[in-house]
Nanobody
Framework: QVQLVESGGGLVQAGGSLRLSCAASARSFSPYVMGWFRHTPGKQREFVAAISWRGGFTLYADSVKGRFTISRDNAKNTMYLQMSSLKPEDTAVYYC?????????????????WGQGTRVTVSD
């Protein structure tokens, strides 16, 4: 099975930056897509961004477009989320996921494996 581990979360002031990482441990890791979702207690899980593993195609939620940048290092089996101009509304547990489909990438069901999450807290 594929194991995904997020890291890089923490406490940051509004307007600051943070870089999240998602490392995959798998035998021959070759997903079609990897993505980031976030969740705040009491609210639904929200799509953040996705990137196709081979081609580097990116997709962003409107709420983060222009502020967040998704990238990946295929040789390291690692995906990143560079977050800038952070807002208190960005506070959440961020989860990385990998999937094998090109459809419905903003939906959780498109992804097969999930990490355990890393917490991001943005203070005023």
């Amino acid at each position: 099975q594929v194991q995904l581990v997020e890291s890089g979360g923490g406490l940051v002031q509004a307007g600051g930056s943070l870089r999240l990482s998602c490392a995959a441990s798998a035998r021959s890791f070759s997903p079609y897509v990897m993505g980031w979702f976030r969740h705040t207690p009491g609210k639904q899980r929200e799509f953040v961004a996705a990137i196709s593993w081979r081609g580097g195609f990116t997709l962003y939620a409107d709420s983060v477009k222009g502020r967040f940048t998704i990238s990946r290092d295929n040789a390291k089996n690692t995906m990143y989320l560079q977050m800038s101009s952070l807002k208190p509304e960005d506070t959440a547990v961020y989860y990385c996921a990998s999937g094998s489909t090109a459809a419905d990438l903003q939906e959780g069901h498109a992804y097969d494996y999930w990490g355990q999450g890393t917490r991001v807290t943005v203070s005023d």
